[in-house]
């Protein structure tokens, strides 16, 4: 065998693994633009449930105690949660505070009311809200991390060309 076969062996080689380096460089990046979706989706979901929640707490409060001034209330009219919000978007971010702060507000409002804190069902609302919140945490870390996945490889040296010229964006992460 000559010299210039074995380096035509040796080339071939190079480029089969290159391409097969590429090929799974596309399949993880698809794999993690499904998972990011998923995750996207069951966020908005939990965000829409802790909504609905947080407008029966309101509901039930003021129907207790019409008098209560809650400082963040007039906030809460301007969310409104669609499943086309983006995530990590600044409108996503100040919706998700916006939840935080009223619902924060209005456990404030309760433990401090000798009615209020003893009402049953205000309990169970804001149970239910501190479900959601753990849920909330739980899916966001796990959405972070596949980010994390899905940047590596749209960055990943064979094929990080590709998705520049696709114009493919990185993931932000969920604060």
Not at 114 to 130: R, V
Request: hydrophobic share 50%; proline share 3%.
């Amino acid at each position: 065998m000559a010299w210039w076969e074995i380096l035509g062996y040796i080339i071939l080689a190079l480029v089969i693994l290159f391409i097969a380096i590429c090929i799974m460089g596309f399949i993880f990046f698809g794999y993690f633009t499904r998972v990011l979706n998923t995750r996207a989706k069951a966020i908005i979901n939990v965000l829409k449930a802790k909504l609905d929640f947080v407008h029966e707490l309101k509901d039930s409060v003021l129907a207790v105690d019409p008098t209560l001034s809650v400082p963040s209330l007039p906030y809460l009219d301007e969310v409104v949660i669609t499943d086309s919000l983006e995530i990590g978007s600044d409108q996503f971010q100040s919706y998700k505070e916006v939840l935080s702060v009223v619902t924060s507000d209005f456990t404030n409002a309760i433990n401090l009311s000798p009615t209020l804190s003893k009402n049953e069902k205000l309990k169970g609302i804001l149970l239910n809200i501190e479900e959601l919140d753990v849920s909330f945490r739980s899916h966001v870390a796990q959405y972070n991390s596949d980010a994390i996945g899905y940047n590596y490889w749209i960055k990943f040296i064979p094929t990080r060309f590709v998705f520049k010229l696709a114009k493919v964006q990185p993931k932000k992460s969920i604060l």
